[in-house]
């Protein structure tokens, strides 16, 4: 075990010393040439390299001879998972069926004036930036607001929405820099032709951002290259939103509001619905605006500001509604006061399953909505 | 399977049909892997599903820069392996190994000489013998660095060289 070769320059190499090369060897690595010369021509190393290539051999025919195992089916339930977060991910594809646009602007715009996503934000003691945007081919218009901080979460916003000729165009704004009433902006924007999704990562990877500069006072075009130009202006909130999208939603609702913002029910000790970060869901004055709330596993809940067979009455006390079902607690929770009246009527029905009810739903995903009772008790659910 | 960040987007996503393939694809290699390291086959199951739902509740872990997929999922279960293996020293209770299914008597041989390294060796030599995985990919699973790996392999090449050598005489001559 202790011959040695003549190196390149005149000294006996040891083949303790070259072992740790022949291992590598075994694996495929290139080794210098002083030590692949000395394994080349000496026995010993020569027999342990054929040594471990014969152990890694036999491990792997034992590996051969193991069972096969034999995976149990698992079923991945989305419910259980910790969802991205709009901003704080970057945001996620959308996947945005014509069928369904109306319900895509929930994530988008604010047209409808339907659901759209709410964070929850801290008083950060700066005002926030909001941006309100006109794509000029198709006279489409949102709004945006931003931190004007450094904080990543929450001073970048993104839209994206199909436009009247085919495609999806997409917009990110990123605020910079605040220099009195005049800020700066970066502006990714995207143009996707024949396309019906947009993925915010994906499809703003190359897209190289422009900084643009905003003020109260004025209008700033930006360009969209393939489409066309979009127009932007800019104000300033001492305050953050309500809701997102709404910037003048008051902490209090109006006299006929039914609205819902982050919701989370808890029966008894336990959570059964998370819904801190899907948005919210106001009526403006339905005198029947009832919240339906659907959950993977929970089927769904019916609260509504009138009496309807089934119900049992609740109280509603600011941002709580509480009731009892089957001899159960339950308290819903919003991020903001609901409605003013102080008695609601909820219904649970544990079996439904939202597919049945909604075209293309997933039975996979929370759902909820503030509509007409009478319309979330048709057989059929319009999408919106 | 697709491109291993295409892969990761798509789960990040929730898409349950790409992580179930995932799942299908590496699960059995690796609770074989973990039965190496742990030496008992319920807890390498429950490792190896521990691992899967983990991942799939809390899909933050994996940079494409950093490595391949499969070797953040193996390092992922290493280290549940490692949590296991500590929870299993603080109960108290003795952990007791399996004996091997035996079906032939090099099978036995072989069982027995890996079965005497280090755990650290048990495992470098499984993945990389049985499993293929390269330095830079053993390096991300054991979190260490790749030159460590060349010499630890190393290191347990020869340690199951030299029980090897001795124990073929001592099984034969029974």
């Known amino acids: 075990m202790a011959s040695g070769s003549e190196s390149e320059e005149g000294g006996l190499m040891n083949c303790e010393e070259v072992a740790a090369f022949a291992s590598r060897l075994c694996d495929g690595q290139v080794i210098p040439r002083q030590q692949a010369e000395h394994i080349g021509t000496c026995e010993a190393c020569r027999t342990r390299l054929n040594e471990y290539a014969a152990i890694g051999a036999e491990l792997r025919r034992v590996a051969s001879l193991e069972q096969p195992i034999g995976l149990k089916a698992v079923r991945w339930e989305k419910g259980e998972r910790v969802r991205l977060r709009w901003r704080e991910e970057g945001i996620p594809t959308m996947r945005i069926p014509r069928l369904a646009f109306v319900s895509m602007l929930v994530l988008i715009l604010t047209l409808s004036g339907g659901l759209v996503l709410v964070r929850a934000r801290t008083a950060q003691g700066e005002p926030m930036l909001l941006l309100h945007f006109t794509l000029v081919p198709n006279g489409k218009t949102g709004d945006c607001w931003l931190t004007t901080n450094e904080n990543p979460k929450t001073n970048q916003c993104g839209f994206a929405t199909d436009v009247s000729r085919g495609g999806m165009v997409g917009l990110m704004f990123r605020f910079i820099s605040r220099d009195g009433d005049r800020s700066q902006v970066g502006v990714k924007a995207n143009y996707k032709e024949s396309s019906g999704e947009f993925n915010f990562i994906d499809d703003f990877r190359d897209v190289a951002e422009k900084t643009i500069s905003v003020d109260p006072e004025q209008q700033v075009k930006v360009q969209v290259p393939s489409l066309g130009e979009f127009e932007v202006t800019a104000s300033y909130l001492n305050h953050p939103f309500t809701a997102w999208g709404r910037p003048d939603e008051a902490i209090e609702p109006r006299k006929d509001e039914f609205r819902v913002v982050a919701p989370v029910l808890i029966r008894g000790n336990e959570v059964i619905c998370n819904l801190s970060a899907n948005g919210y869901s106001i009526d403006d004055g339905d005198s029947d605006a009832t919240l339906m709330i659907y959950y993977p596993g929970e089927g769904r809940f019916l609260i509504s500001r009138v009496p309807f067979e089934g119900a049992v009455e609740g109280t509603v006390k600011n941002g709580q509604i509480r009731f009892t079902l089957d001899g159960q607690d339950y308290l819903l929770l919003s991020a903001a006061p609901i409605l003013r009246a102080e008695h609601a009527w909820v219904s649970h029905e544990p079996q439904y399953k939202l597919s049945d009810h909604l075209q293309a739903a997933s039975n996979d995903r929370p759902w909820f909505r503030v509509r007409n009772l009478k319309a979330l008790l048709q057989p059929q659910l319009g999408s919106d | ?174």
């Not at chain 2, 697709?2 to 290699?29: C, M, N, Q």
Request: aromatic fraction near 10%.
């Open chain 2, 1 to 174: 399977m697709a491109d291993d960040r295409d892969v990761w987007e798509r789960i990040r996503r929730g898409d349950e049909s790409t992580f179930d393939a995932l799942y299908r694809t590496h699960g059995p290699k690796m609770q074989m892997f973990l039965r190496r390291f742990l030496g008992n086959s319920q807890a390498a199951e429950d490792v190896m599903q521990e691992t899967f739902a983990a991942i799939w509740q809390h899909p933050n872990g994996f940079v494409a820069e950093r490595g391949t997929l499969r070797a953040y999922l193996f390092g992922a279960a290493r280290k549940r392996a490692a949590d296991w293996w500590r929870k299993q020293g603080a109960s108290g209770e003795p952990v007791q190994s399996e004996p091997a299914r035996c079906d032939t008597e090099m099978v036995s041989l072989v069982t027995d000489a890996v079965s005497r390294l280090s755990q650290e060796g048990r495992v470098l030599m499984w993945l990389r013998e049985v499993e293929g995985y390269s330095y830079d990919e053993l390096a991300q699973i054991l979190e260490i660095p790749a030159g460590t790996v060349a010499s630890r392999l190393f290191a347990a090449r020869e340690e199951l060289r030299n029980i090897w050598q001795a124990a073929p005489k001592a099984k034969k001559g029974d």
